[in-house]
């Protein structure tokens, strides 16, 4: 059987809508019909992609690894018909909060001095890999190491972590701050794109709280409403400035690695000058 792209736009309707009737009424087709797309797909893949156990489905791990592969398939399909892209085609370049911190700006500028007939899109998107695995961007500025599959990267420069408090924190009259510091105060996660985890304490020293969010808007104000405290990297306090934030080294933490990260195979042909205008202004910053 051939697939086509009404399986993947079924199956991804499915898998947003939680439920076949919703995702039959959001495609304009009946519910059987549906329900038979989805049992050819994973006939072909020779996977069962939703759990139908429950009356709000779910999906398998097999399926949340396919869902990323058919955004990315979509997306690229959607971006090869689309008849704008036949003039120019944008670089879009993703990333989850700071971008490349104080280099963003120099190399927003070299890159359209340099390549004025290709635009570079800077993306805030709130995934663990900037929407790369989902087609949303081309090439992504992440932090951390990266496991999702099909992404190569290249290593940017390391960041050394801080501490973020509310002003008025105690915290605040140290010039540095140990992981020791902070086991007593609530810690705030971002549980989506952010770095700090519980096991950047030893097993045995950990902080007493967290308190979990999904993006930097809602990490920022928990911290400056003195709920928590955070730990980010040295690009956060030129990118995220908050009158009522403070930062202080974090003495006792690795530092952070900043990668550029792209999918395998065929991709925007402009990533590798990215890459190399990249090291050149990070090289020229640090002279």
């Not at 893949?45 to 939703?50: E, Q, T």
């Not at 399909?77 to 104080?102: C, M, Q």
């Amino acid at each position: 059987m051939t697939i086509e792209l009404r399986h993947l736009r079924a199956f991804i309707a499915i898998a947003d809508e939680g439920n076949v009737t919703r995702a039959a009424a959001r495609l304009y087709v009946g519910q059987p019909a549906l329900s038979r797309t989805l049992r050819q797909l994973e006939e072909h893949l020779g996977a069962r992609l939703v759990d139908r156990s429950t009356h709000h489905l779910e999906l398998t791990p097999e399926g949340r690894t396919f869902r990323d592969k058919a955004l990315a398939a979509l997306a690229a399909v959607e971006t090869a018909i689309d008849p704008t892209g036949l003039k120019s085609r944008p670089l879009r370049l993703g990333h989850t909060w700071a971008a490349l911190g104080d280099h963003t700006v120099p190399l927003l500028r070299r890159w359209d001095e340099t390549r004025p007939g290709t635009p570079l899109e800077l993306l805030r998107i709130d995934d663990r890999t900037a929407g790369l695995t989902q087609g949303k961007v081309d090439a992504a500025l992440l932090r951390g190491s990266v496991t999702a599959a099909g992404i190569r990267t290249e290593l940017l420069l390391s960041e050394e972590r801080v501490v973020v408090m509310a002003a008025d924190s105690p915290l605040a009259a140290l010039p540095r701050v140990t992981l020791a510091d902070l086991t007593a105060l609530p810690i705030a996660l971002n549980t989506v794109s952010g770095t700090t985890t519980p096991d950047l304490w030893p097993p045995d020293a950990g902080p007493a709280a967290t308190i979990e969010v999904t993006n930097t808007d809602e990490w920022i104000i928990a911290i400056a409403a003195g709920r928590a405290v955070g730990i980010s990297t040295s690009a956060t306090p030129s990118n995220h400035a908050h009158p009522s934030l403070v930062y202080r080294p974090l003495a006792d933490a690795p530092a952070v690695p900043v990668l550029l990260a792209w999918r395998e195979g065929p991709g925007h042909p402009a990533v590798p000058d990215l890459l190399a205008l990249t090291h050149e202004v990070i090289a020229a910053g640090n002279v």
